[in-house]
C-alpha cells in the first residue's frame, strides 16, 4: 500500500533512475552496479489463531534489489525499493523505499564531510535486546516482532568527521508511520491497528521537521556516541476509537507525539569480553495510561566469547542483558525489566552456520520469548535461514503480550543472492 | 654542531663499507659476532626496512578453499592497506563473493604494542559493530588462513632467532624461526624461509602450541613494484592436520593511490561497497 508521500518519493526517484539511465547511455561516466536480495518465506504458526479470520500458514517473497551508480566526479546515488507479497495477511504485503539517497564527500584539514540527501537507514547501538537508542527511522514492525527492520526516512544528513571523532547532523522533514499486521495478520493486537489514519500531536502533521544530532568517537578499546532528537516519537501512543472510515469499528489509533530525547550508547570492547550500556532520557511523552511522564530508559549488558571451542574452528558466546524502564508497568514498550540470555555459536566453517539463541524473561510478568535462529550457506547464490519464535508463561495482566500469547511461529527463508 | 661531523663520516664510511660488503656477499650481511637472536631480529628488521615507503595499496584476493575430498569453494574480496609508520598499518577487507556477505567489510586498525582495534560493518542492518580482536586464531572467511596469519607482521609482533642458510630452489635462504608474543596466538612458533637476495618470504611453517607441524604456507609469483616493493601472488596454506587448503590468489595490485586515513574510519565504514 503505497501513501502519498512515498508515492511522491518513489516517483522522484524513478524519474533519478531514468535520468541516470539516460546519462548512462548517453556516454557519460557513470560507473553503476545493480545486487540484491530474493527471498522465499513459509511461516507456520502451530497453535489455533486468536482471531478469526488469521491463517495458520503466511508465505511470502520479497524482493530487495540494490542499484548504486558513482559519477567521476565522486558523487554516488544509492537506489534500494523493498517488495514483499504476504498470501495471508494484505497489510503485510507492502512496498517501501529503504534508501534513494544522494551521497557527496570532501575533505576539512585532516578530516572530511560527508552529505547524505534522500532516503536512508541510519542505525545507532550496540546492544541485541532491542533498540533504545536507535531513533532516526521508523520500524517496519509487520516484517518481523523483534522490530530489527526498519523503514526508509527522508533526511538531509551531514558528517564532519577526523580526530576528534564524528559529528552528525540530520534534518528530518517527514514522518513513517509504524507498520502494523492487518486484520488477517497474526501478532496482532485484539483491536485492529488503524495504520492509515493516524494522529499526531503537531499540527504539522507528518510534516513536522524534525532534528537529530550525534557525537561518536572510539578511545582504545572504548566507543562511545551521544546523540539527542527533537521531534516527532516513532513510537505511537495506541488509543482505542471508533473509526468512521471503518463503519463504526473500535480500532487502535496510532498517536505519534512530539518528543525530546537523549541517548547514550557505549561498548567496551576488551579480549574476550564485551560490555554494553545504551542509556535515554525521553520528556514530553506519555505512558500506557495516557498520563504525561518524562523518563528514563537503559539496558546493560556483557558478552563473553569462548574462541575455537574443543579444538574446531567454531567460537561460542554468552552474552546477557538487562533492560530497565523506569516507567515500569506503564512503559510504552515491552521491555521495562526484562532480563535477556543468549548464546551465539559460529562454526567459522565454509557454509558460514551460525547458530543464535535467546531468551527474554519479563521480571514483573512471567511472560517469556525464546528465540533460535540457524543461518546458513548453500552455494554462492544460495543461503537458508530457519527460525524459531516462541512466546510461553504469558501472564493474562500482560496486555502487550497476551493478544500475541497464540502466535508462537517457525519460519523458514530461502535466500538467493545476486 | 661541528662536533657531530666525525660521528657523521664515520657513519657513512661504515655505510660505504656495508655497500662494498653487501656487493660482495649479497645482501643481507650480518657479523659473526651477534647472537642468532640478534640476528634473527636483524633480518625482520631489514625486512621492513625493505618494505617501508609503500604508501598504501589497493589489490584484488580471489581465495580458493579446498577440502579433502578435494571439493573447492571461492571467496573473491578486495583489500586496501594504509602504511603507518608510527604504528600497525591499517587494513580494509571488502568482501565480494559470496554474494549472502556481499558489502561485508572489516576494517583493522593494527597496533605495534596493543591489541589492534577491529570494526565489522554490516550493510543489510548498515550497523557499524565493534570486534574483539582477541580471535588470533579463529578462520579468516573459514579458510585456512587465521586472522593472525592475515595481520601485518610488524617486527615488535614476534621474537626471532636465525638458524641457518640453505638453498631453496634456486635461490639461497636464510632460515630462522619466530615467536609470537601474543598469548593469543595459537602458535608456539613459526619457521620462516627469506631468500637472501631481496629477504622475500617463500615458504613459512606453522608449529601449534604442543609444538606439532600445523600449517605450510608457500609463497610464490613474486612480482616487482614500482621498482621497490615485492609482492607474492599466490600465497599456498596447506594444513597438514585436516588436508584442507586455501590458495589465496592477488591480482591488481595499485601501489600508491589516492587512499589516506579518511578512508580507514568508522565513518569512511559506511560508505564502502
Redesign the interface.
Given at each position: 500500500m503505497l501513501r502519498s508521500p512515498l508515492q511522491v518519493l518513489t516517483r522522484a526517484a524513478w524519474f533519478l533512475t531514468m535520468a541516470l539511465g539516460a546519462q548512462i547511455c548517453a556516454g557519460s561516466e557513470i560507473d553503476h552496479?545493480v545486487?540484491g536480495q530474493v527471498r522465499f518465506e513459509n511461516r507456520w504458526y502451530p497453535e489455533n489463531a486468536a482471531y478469526p479470520g488469521q491463517p495458520d500458514l503466511a508465505s511470502g517473497i520479497v524482493l530487495e534489489p540494490e542499484f548504486?551508480f558513482e559519477s567521476v566526479e565522486g558523487w554516488s546515488f544509492t537506489l534500494i525499493p523493498f517488495l514483499r507479497h504476504d498470501s495471508a495477511d494484505p497489510d503485510r504485503s507492502h512496498a517501501d523505499l529503504r534508501e534513494a539517497y544522494f551521497?557527496l564527500?570532501g575533505?576539512i584539514g585532516?578530516?572530511?564531510w560527508?552529505l547524505r540527501l534522500g532516503v536512508d537507514?541510519?542505525?545507532w547501538g550496540?546492544v541485541e535486546s532491542h533498540h533504545l537508542v536507535d531513533i532516526i527511522n521508523q520500524t517496519d514492525l509487520i516484517e518481523h516482532p523483534d522490530e530489527?527492520v526498519e523503514l526508509g526516512q527522508l533526511m538531509a544528513h551531514a558528517?564532519w568527521?577526523g580526530n576528534f571523532g564524528?559529528a552528525e547532523l540530520f534534518i528530518l522533514p517527514h514522518h513513517r508511520e509504524r507498520t502494523y499486521p492487518g486484520r488477517k495478520g497474526r501478532l496482532r493486537s485484539s483491536l485492529v491497528v488503524d495504520d492509515d489514519h493516524p494522529s499526531y500531536e503537531s499540527g504539522a502533521k507528518e510534516w513536522h521537521m524534525d532534528f537529530a544530532v550525534r557525537y561518536?568517537q572510539?578511545f582504545?578499546?572504548f566507543?562511545i556516541g551521544v546523540s539527542f532528537f527533537d521531534g516527532t516519537s516513532r513510537d505511537p501512543l495506541l488509543q482505542p476509537q471508533v473509526s468512521e472510515q471503518r463503519n463504526g469499528e473500535l480500532v487502535l489509533v496510532p498517536h505519534y507525539e512530539q518528543i525530546r530525547q537523549f541517548g547514550i550508547d557505549a561498548?567496551l570492547?576488551?579480549?574476550?569480553w564485551?560490555f554494553k550500556l545504551e542509556a535515554i532520557h525521553r520528556a514530553d511523552s506519555q505512558n500506557l495510561r495516557y498520563v504525561e511522564e518524562d523518563y528514563a530508559a537503559f539496558v546493560v549488558g556483557a558478552e563473553y566469547?569462548f574462541?575455537?571451542i574443543l579444538g574446531t574452528?567454531a567460537?561460542f558466546g554468552v552474552l546477557g542483558e538487562w533492560c530497565y524502564d523506569e516507567r515500569g508497568k506503564d512503559a510504552t514498550n515491552i521491555f521495562d525489566d526484562d532480563l535477556l540470555i543468549g548464546i551465539r555459536v559460529a562454526f567459522?566453517?565454509?557454509?558460514?552456520t551460525e547458530i543464535f539463541s535467546s531468551l527474554l524473561r519479563d521480571r514483573d510478568y512471567s511472560t517469556s520469548a525464546f528465540v533460535i535462529e540457524f543461518n546458513r550457506?548453500i552455494?554462492?547464490?544460495w543461503?537458508a535461514n530457519l527460525e524459531l519464535f516462541s512466546l510461553f508463561n504469558v501472564e493474562k495482566k500482560d496486555t502487550q503480550f497476551d493478544p500475541i500469547r497464540r502466535d508462537s511461529f517457525l519460519e523458514f527463508r530461502l535466500?538467493y543472492?545476486? | 654542531m661541528t662536533g657531530a661531523y666525525p660521528r657523521l663520516r664515520s657513519l657513512f664510511r661504515l655505510a660505504v663499507l656495508y655497500l662494498i660488503l653487501s656487493a660482495f656477499y649479497g645482501v643481507p650481511v650480518y657479523s659473526e659476532s651477534l647472537t642468532p637472536e640478534e640476528i634473527g631480529l636483524k633480518i625482520a628488521q631489514d625486512t621492513q626496512a625493505r618494505d617501508q615507503g609503500f604508501g598504501n595499496l589497493t589489490a584484488q584476493q580471489t581465495m580458493t578453499?579446498r577440502?579433502k575430498q578435494g571439493q573447492e569453494?571461492?571467496r573473491q574480496l578486495r583489500v586496501k592497506i594504509l602504511e603507518v609508520l608510527e604504528d600497525g598499518d591499517k587494513s580494509l577487507f571488502v568482501f565480494d563473493?559470496?554474494?549472502?556477505?556481499?558489502g561485508t567489510a572489516l576494517l583493522i586498525h593494527g597496533h605495534k604494542d596493543?591489541?589492534d582495534?577491529q570494526w565489522l560493518y554490516l550493510p543489510a542492518?548498515?550497523?557499524v559493530k565493534?570486534?574483539?580482536s582477541?580471535?588470533q586464531?579463529?578462520?579468516f572467511m573459514?579458510s585456512e588462513f587465521a586472522y593472525e596469519d592475515m595481520s601485518s607482521p610488524e617486527v615488535e609482533k614476534f621474537t626471532y632467532m636465525y638458524l641457518r642458510d640453505e638453498p631453496c630452489g634456486n635461490l639461497t635462504c636464510t632460515v630462522m624461526e619466530r615467536y609470537p608474543v601474543n598469548r593469543?596466538s595459537?602458535y608456539s612458533r613459526q619457521v620462516i624461509w627469506q631468500d637472501k637476495d631481496a629477504l622475500r618470504a617463500q615458504k613459512i611453517e606453522y608449529y601449534d602450541r604442543k609444538n606439532a607441524h600445523l600449517k605450510t604456507l608457500t609463497l610464490t609469483g613474486y612480482k616487482l613494484y614500482l621498482d621497490r616493493y615485492w609482492r607474492a601472488s599466490e600465497m599456498t596454506m596447506v594444513n597438514h592436520l585436516t588436508g584442507k587448503s586455501t590458495v589465496i590468489t592477488w591480482t591488481d595490485y595499485q601501489f600508491q593511490t589516492d587512499l589516506d586515513?579518511?578512508d580507514f574510519?568508522?565513518?569512511g565504514l559506511r560508505?564502502i561497497?
Open positions: 552496479e545486487f548504486y551521497l564527500l575533505e585532516d578530516g572530511e560527508e537507514r541510519v542505525f550496540v530489527e558528517t568527521s564524528a561518536s572510539n582504545g578499546p566507543d561498548q570492547t576488551t579480549d574476550e564485551l566469547t574462541y575455537s574452528a567460537d567459522n566453517d565454509t557454509q558460514n550457506r552455494s554462492d547464490q543461503s535466500n543472492n545476486f | 578453499l577440502n569453494s571461492q563473493n559470496p554474494r549472502d556477505v556481499q596493543t591489541s582495534d542492518l548498515k550497523r565493534r570486534i574483539s582477541s580471535n586464531s579463529g578462520s573459514g593469543k595459537s586515513n579518511r574510519t568508522k565513518t560508505r561497497r
